[in-house]
Each structure stands twice: as C-alpha cells, then as structure tokens.
C-alpha cells in the first residue's frame, strides 16, 4: 500500500503558475503508474494528466495539453504537475492517484488517492 500527500496549492491569477506535488510513502515508488485529476465545484472528478512509472510515457486531458506538466522524481518519491497559463475553469481541488502495475504503461484506473489540494484561479 502507498500513501499520498498533496501539497502545493492556493489562490493565484488568470495566466499564472503553480506546482502541485504528490509525495507518496510505503511501497517501492518506482512500481506505481501515477495520476492526477481534479474535480470542480458541484462536478464530478475528472482525468488531468497519468505518468508510466518509468516516467517515459505521459498523458494528458485536451483541457490542459500544452499548459501542464507531469513529472516524477524516484529519488524524492513525489510527482509533479506543473500548471501554467491557468484559467478560471481550472479551479478545483487536484487529487494524486497510484496504481500498483508490472508492466510500464499509463493507467487510468488508480487504486490509491491522496486527500487533495485545492487550486483557485482568480480572473
């Protein structure tokens, strides 16, 4: 099992930038594909962005392509989302998700959740 912990939110302005962070305790972290999604006010949660545990294969929604960034970083145990040019309808709270796998692909189907961090983009 592996713990996650998301940091890295706040309030900022149309146009600017945060880093999410998702640092993750317990097993080995090199064996987890990651993710991130979101989920907006009164909204369901949604798919943001997926890392392969090797970090060599990435995936993003349309809504972000070109504005966010996944990462990872084994030596820190933690994932990374960049976000820049953020708009107003990316205020919401960003969830971390892990899933344990054996082969090094992106997954969409995550068995482990961090409690979120909430983002709020002003206009």
């Known amino acids: 099992q592996v713990q996650l912990v998301e940091s890295g939110g706040g309030l900022v302005q149309a146009g600017g930038s945060l880093r999410l962070s998702c640092a993750a305790s317990g097993r080995t972290f090199s064996n987890y594909a990651m993710g991130w999604f979101r989920q907006a006010p009164g909204k369901g949660r949604d798919f943001v962005a997926a890392?392969?545990?090797?970090?060599?294969?990435?995936h993003y929604a349309d809504s972000v392509k070109g504005r966010f960034t996944i990462s990872r970083d084994h030596a820190k145990n933690t994932v990374y989302l960049q976000m820049n040019s953020l708009k107003p309808e990316d205020t919401a709270i960003y969830y971390c998700?892990?899933?344990?796998?054996?082969?090094?692909?992106?997954?969409?189907?995550?068995?482990?959740w961090g409690q979120g961090t909430r983002v709020t983009v002003s206009s």
């Open positions: 890392i392969s545990w090797s970090g060599a294969s990435t």
């Open positions: 998700a892990a899933k344990l796998v054996v082969v090094d692909t992106i997954r969409l189907d995550y068995d482990y």
